[in-house]
Structure formats: C-alpha cells, structure tokens
C-alpha cells in the first residue's frame, strides 16, 4: 500500500476568480483530469500533490469489507493535520479537496484518492482557483499547463465483454430462479462492452459531450472512470446529507405519447416499485444508525434522463456529531440499487455470476473538502478507460417479476450515455 506513512505538508491557496470561469472542461489539460460537474457547477482539477491507492483486499475477503474506505479516510485526515490552508472564498469544494473513486468490491484494484495540484470550481455565479504547493509561495508548474482543446476520439472497434448479451440473459434467467427459490430477494447484474480507439482516448471530449447531454447527471472523471450518473450516493453539507436513490427504469420514448405511457407504466409497475422499494430500504438502514434526523418519502418520483426514465427517491438527514463523509460512504455502500438485498449474499451472487470483475463501476465516485463537506455519486453509466481503451457497463437490479429480454435492453439504454460520448461528434 502506499498510503504514506507521513503524508506530505501541503500549502493549499484559495483565491476567488472574478472573470469567473465559463466551461471548466476546456481549462483541463489532457493526461489524467479530474471532474465533477452538474449543471453549472463544477470542480475540475489536475496534477498530483498527494494519493493514495491501496492494494486490493484478498479473495475471500468479506464483500462487504469496509477498510478501504475507512484507509482512505485515515490518509486524507493525515494530510488534512499538516495542511496549510489560506481560503479566500469558502465554500463547498474550496480549500483542500480530494477526489476519489472506491472498487465495487473489496477484492478490486482501483481505488483512489488524488489532491490536485491545481483546481478549479464554480458554484452559482462564484468561481474560485486553488493551487497546491509544497511550499509556501510558489505556484504549481502544472498552472502553466496549455490547455489544447479535446481531441476527437476516432474510430473505434467493439468487443462484447466477458459475456455476450445471450450469455449474460441466461445469467439473469438463473438469478431470477435463485430469487424465486427464495436465497436472495433482489441482485443488480451488470454487463460489458469494450471499445478499442486508434489512439489514446481524449477523456476531455467524454466529459464534453456527457456533460451537455446529460446536464442534471454528475459528469466525474477520476482515475480512469469516467461517466455521467444520475445516482447521488450522498451530499454533504456541514451536518446535512442529502441521497438520491434510483432503480426501477424504462427507455424514453419516441413521442410525447409513448414518453407517457412508459412512465405510468414504471410508475404503476409492482416489480419496479419493489425493485426500488429494496433499494430505499436498503440506503434508509443504513443511514439512520449515522442520523438524528432522517427523512425519506413514501413514494418515488420520477426521473427523466436524455436515454431512460428512472424511478427516484430523495432522502434528507442530519447527521450526528463526528460522522465524516467518508463514513456515511462507508456505511451506504453498496445500496440495493447496484448491490440487492441481503446486502452480502447478493454481492457473493453478483461474483460468482457475473464473470468479471467490476472495478470501480457501480463504486463510489467523489470528492470531499477539508471542511468535510462532499459530493459522491454511484459510478453508473461509466466506463474506465485506459489509454486507447474503455470498458463500458451497464447493470440492472433483478427482482422476481425481471425478464432476460427486457433487462438486456435496458443495460443497452444505459450503455447509452458513454457508447454515444465516445462515438458523436
Ligand atoms: C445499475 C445501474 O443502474 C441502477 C440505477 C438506476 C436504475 C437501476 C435499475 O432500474 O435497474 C439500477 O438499480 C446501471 O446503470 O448500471
């Protein structure tokens, strides 16, 4: 592991940008950028003034360990001790910030968490600029970094995953037999799809197109994932979280009418209502240990997306005293809605059933501030891209009531997002 025992000093400058900073995108070098963005909000960061990425836990590990994230929080409070932070501006997201992504599953390589050497935000009409240093005074070189714009990322070739879209409907028919057997009552199964570039993969030109395409999703790269989920696994601010769970989806549809029916079709449908109700129990059991207040609503709404329409539920709390971000990650992953229900027997089904190895799809995907607030997504319709490769996935949650044919096309709706982002243009 090379969490540093001592973590560097760290001098962390922030000043407000007057000018403001209009499509934070086109600032970001190539190479490996970090991003968050919703709407017109954003955080974009690059260079390294410090990291952490431990090694994978080892198999037979228990699928619900936690010491990655606990790992994590343990480095990031160690250089958040020796900081050195002159803020001008605070507010979320200014100040000392790291980005992180977290593996599915205990047992993946993957997970990590990167301070920035120079970053970018805007939150409403405020912008701001933060530069990390290693000593005080001095300005990062990666600041002088040109920026040229993204390159288009060129033909590509596709390779089905590790199961054809045939194979992977046989694995969701025998789930759904398990399920109505009764071992387990929902299990979300996921798919890949692997498209190979020319040349290496502008990640710059995905964030781009799914930031426009998808503008209330949270456009994140971090470490090689990349993607535009709807999922908000949480949001900090000082005491009060808020979550924004999803499951349960239909494609949109090709006019207003169709676009209708389909939504009171998921609306009214009992196998989407139960496949989100699990997921909502499943974030309401495991926030209200961390809460003196929680709130959750009795019925979903809806949720429409450029690709699909999701059935969506916002959760409000207060958290008590002394819970950090990266606890209440830690406590809320995986939810039933990329996990099922039991929490640990579906995710012992999901490895030995799905025949790959998640990385950080369907993990947490985030930043946090030194003042604790925080921003973490599920790294849905995502793909890690490495080089002149992405991987692509796309899951759905399996209850009784689910259909082969059905959860098939709804894993090519959710391929959507990326598979177009890479191809447009
Ligand atoms: C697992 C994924 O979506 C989850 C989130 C929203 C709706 C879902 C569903 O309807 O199955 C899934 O639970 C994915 O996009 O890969």
Sequence with gaps: MNAAVCPPKLFVRTVPLRGGADSLVRRLPAGAPLAWLTGDDGL?????????????????????DTTRFTEAARWLNGVLE????????????TGAV???????????TGSTMVVPRVLLGRRGDRAWLTTVTDEPGVHPGELLYPAPAPRPVGPLSWDTGELTAREWGGVVADTVARIRAGELDKAVLARDLVARAEGPIDVRTLLERLHARYPQCFTFSVAGMVGATPELLLRREGEELSSLVLAGTRPRGADTEEDERLAEELMSSAKDVEEH????????????PL????????????????NVQHLATRAHARLRPGVS????????????????TPTATA?????????????????????????????????LRSAHVDGATARLFAGCGIVAGSEPESEIAETESKFRPVREALTDG
């Design 291 to 306: 809460a003196e207040e929680l709130a959750v609503p009795a019925w979903p709404h809806l949720l429409r997306l450029a």
């Design 347 to 379: 995710m012992r089904l999901i490895d030995e059933v799905e025949g790959m190895d998640r990385g950080g799809y369907a993990g947490p995907v985030g930043w946090v501030d030194g003042a604790g607030n925080a921003e973490w997504g599920i790294a």
């Design 98 to 108: 790291a980005f992180g992504t977290f593996t599915f599953a205990p047992t993946s």
């Design 44 to 64: 974009v960061g690059w260079g390294r003034a410090a990291h952490w990425s431990p090694d994978a836990e080892p198999a037979g590990t228990e699928p619900t």
């Design 82 to 93: 020796r900081a050195v932070v002159e803020d001008e501006v605070g507010l979320p997201g």
């Design 325 to 340: 971000a990266l606890d209440a990650v830690a406590a809320l992953h995986p939810t039933a809605a990329v996990g099922g």
């Design 277 to 288: 109700g699990l997921a909502v129990d499943s974030l309401r059991d495991a926030l209200a």
